[in-house]
């Protein structure tokens, strides 16, 4: 019977500057009584590796350009943060009253390139203005994570880093991968028969989206403190890949 297990870590520490992220997740996988397999994915919100990688920023030290005043009265968001976002994006594509839409550096598109204060705690008795950004190179840091567990395991595992990400055309949020390891983005199917023999011509599946939404599902939004989940019986073959296997070229892009 094809299955797929979701297991969140429980009580798993907060993250700090500097933490040995690796080690954290090997730790708890022990405290929980769960032990890798070859196959496995290993789903890890992107706050705990941006907080591990020190990806804070104060913005009380940020000096606001000319272009992130003049957003900041668009949108009604402190012009600081709208500095942060801009230094984070490629291209500003929507801004309206409390909506700031960017291309991100790393491809993707997202309100506020993807900085957040929520479940941010700040590092200094001076100020609450600590924002959080995304990793530098989720790719990289998930393939460095995949490389210590698969070394300390000998097991072939999967690493995913994913966000919450909202949709143009859909309310609320869902979980998406912005970065992974040994696990494949797409799936593509173009060229396989369906239940009647009808070749299939234009299907892809971003299996590593899918995978994301079903393990936020466990992470939750909140207080939860779960911000790693063991998956196991992931349908498809795990393989090498890159992010960018997710990122639709902007000439195919026909909402923009």
């Avoid at 940020?62 to 668009?74: G, H, M, Q, T, Y």
């Amino acid at each position: 019977m094809k299955s797929l297990h979701l297991t969140a870590l429980e009580a798993f520490p907060l993250v700090k500057p500097g933490d040995d992220l690796p080690d954290l997740i090997w730790r708890s996988l022990t405290e929980n009584n769960l032990q890798i397999q070859s196959g496995d994915i290993l789903v890890i919100a992107q706050k705990v590796v941006s907080k591990a990688e020190n990806r804070y920023r104060d913005l009380s030290k940020v000096i606001p350009s000319d272009n992130a005043e003049k957003l900041s009265r668009i949108t009604g968001k402190d012009p600081r943060f709208v500095e942060l976002v801009l230094q984070e994006s490629r291209s500003v594509l929507r801004a309206k009253t409390n909506t700031l839409i960017v291309e991100h550096r790393l491809g993707f598109v997202c309100a506020n390139a993807g900085i957040d204060h929520s479940n941010v705690e700040s590092l200094s008795n001076t100020t609450e203005d600590w924002m959080l950004m995304l990793p530098e190179n989720p790719d990289l840091s998930a393939a460095k994570i995949r490389e210590r567990l698969e070394k300390e395991t000998g097991c072939e595992i999967g690493v995913m880093i994913i966000d919450s990400h909202g949709r143009s055309w859909r309310m609320g949020i869902v979980g998406v991968a912005i970065g992974y390891s040994g696990v494949p983005g797409l799936v593509d199917m173009r060229g396989h028969k369906d239940l009647f023999g009808y070749e299939l011509k234009v299907t892809q599946i971003a299996a590593a989206d899918e995978l994301a939404a079903s393990a936020s599902l466990l992470m939750g939004q909140a207080d939860e403190s779960l911000p790693v989940v063991l998956a196991r019986g992931f349908p498809y073959p795990l393989r090498e890949s890159s992010f960018r296997e997710l990122i639709r070229p902007s000439d195919q892009d026909l909402f923009r």
